[in-house]
């Protein structure tokens, strides 16, 4: 039995970016790549330090997103909770039922 697929998925403050890239491009045992993107948090829980933000109405955020098995995003979420404490990094779990890369090649090259 092979184990399930989930997505394990980050948001942080923008200005953490670099530090999370840098953290989870070191993990190497547990991460073989992961996606990126800059996104806006809203809500009653978001802080909103900087005088921009406060502004827009929205705090500056990045949201990663990482498939793996879900023993291994366990495991790389105790490491994140460790190196990210107090830091307010917002996470969940979801399972992924089906996960693929499209071959770029086109339909010329199966003939």
Known sequence: ???ESVCL???AARRRR???FDFLSAQRDLVAGFSASDC????PT?????APEQVKGHADQVLL?????KPQADLLLS???TAFAGTRLV???MPVTEFGILDDRGPEADH
Not at 46 to 50: A, F, K, M, Q, W
Not at 65 to 69: F, T
Request: glycine share 6%; net charge positive; proline share 3%.
């Open 65 to 69: 997103r990482i498939i793996m098995e």
């Open 91 to 93: 996470y969940w779990i």
């Open 1 to 3: 039995m092979t184990a």
């Open 40 to 43: 806006a948090g809203f809500g």
């Open 18 to 20: 670099d530090e999370l």
């Open 9 to 11: 998925t980050l948001v």
């Open 46 to 50: 978001v802080r909103l330090p900087s």
């Open 79 to 81: 490491r994140i909770k």
